[in-house]
């Protein structure tokens, strides 16, 4: 049987895309369901208040920070999206005096202007190099801060990008949250067209996709302009700069973040099935995690919500 198109964007693959029988017995899974999908490799954890949901978050890069030495370069590669935890993070490195001098900083992923082929400044309002910036990189005392030449941040011109992480620098963990299309970073289903108008790629040829710029799902999109614009898709860019799978490998962890406040409580539950099951399908990108060694599923429970019906 052919496989259905999208009910979203029916020039597009995604998790509509799915059996219906997955989709169903995943929107069946109840908090307790979800607890229990943690296997070798793969780590489902909750927490009881926001307050302790960000502050682990930005524990994170505290404990990555403090790996690094001049002999051997640690670094985190961070999202905009969640955002809540940056400051946390430059607090906790002025309280506890770090020297960042040795550590580095990956961005996850940066809009694309279309007209001058190249990254957003950072004066555009949704430009994700200035949101690290303010809200952590800049709250660090100077004597503390990593040199800038350690703030890797991904440009149209990806080369320096994807050479920092062939760099000798170890990347100790790879944050990021998840988005309505279920991806990490910008790292979207493909479109249906060519090669893949009859099925998506396979998990191998996802896999070599590196940092580079994308085409965005339209759900996407419409995402960011309700989470960061309110709702203003007009000042979305339809293209983006992401951190590839071929990046994310490389990291020696995989953390992602789940607050409630991207995904929604169905999106939630479908990665952390297929990741539990090995379901990998590049419909839905972030079930590409099945394969990796060492996956953390974070989830705020009073954020996780529920699939039942409810008319509002």
Request: hydrophobic share 35%.
């Amino acid at each position: 049987m052919p496989r259905p198109y999208s009910s979203i964007a029916p020039d597009w693959w995604d998790y509509t895309t799915l059996d219906t029988e997955l989709i169903n017995e995943v929107a069946r899974l109840k908090p307790r369901d979800l607890e229990r999908l943690s296997r070798p490799g793969f780590r489902v954890v909750f927490y009881e208040t926001l307050e302790d949901f960000y502050l682990a978050e930005a524990l994170e890069y505290i404990e990555a920070w403090r790996q690094s030495t001049a002999d051997n370069p640690v670094g985190i590669c961070g999202p905009i999206g969640p955002t809540e935890q940056l400051p946390l993070v430059a607090r906790l490195v002025n309280s506890l005096e770090l020297d960042l001098s040795s550590a580095h900083f990956w961005g996850m992923d940066e809009w694309f202007d279309v007209a001058t082929q190249k990254e957003v400044p950072v004066t555009h309002p949704l430009s994700f190099e200035r949101a690290d910036r303010e809200l952590c990189f800049d709250r660090i005392e100077r004597k503390r801060r990593m040199p800038e030449t350690n703030l890797h941040f991904p440009k149209g011109d990806t080369a320096p990008y994807r050479k920092s992480w062939t760099a000798g620098i170890r990347c100790a963990v790879m944050q990021g949250g998840q988005g309505d299309v279920k991806h990490w970073a910008f790292n979207d289903p493909l479109g249906r067209k060519g090669r893949y108008k009859d099925a998506p790629p396979s998990p191998e040829e996802y896999r070599k996709l590196a940092t580079r710029v994308v085409d965005l799902h339209p759900l996407t999109v419409a995402q960011n302009a309700r989470t960061s614009g309110g709702g203003n898709i007009s000042m979305v860019p339809l293209k983006a700069i992401s951190v590839g799978p071929v990046e994310t490998w490389k990291a020696e962890k995989v953390s992602i973040w789940h607050a409630g406040k991207h995904d929604n409580p169905f999106g939630q539950r479908l990665t952390a099935y297929m990741i539990s099951k090995g379901l990998v399908d590049a419909s839905v990108p972030m079930s590409l995690l099945a394969e990796h060694p060492n996956v953390q599923f974070n989830y705020f429970r009073g954020g996780i919500g529920t699939c039942d019906v409810e008319m509002h």
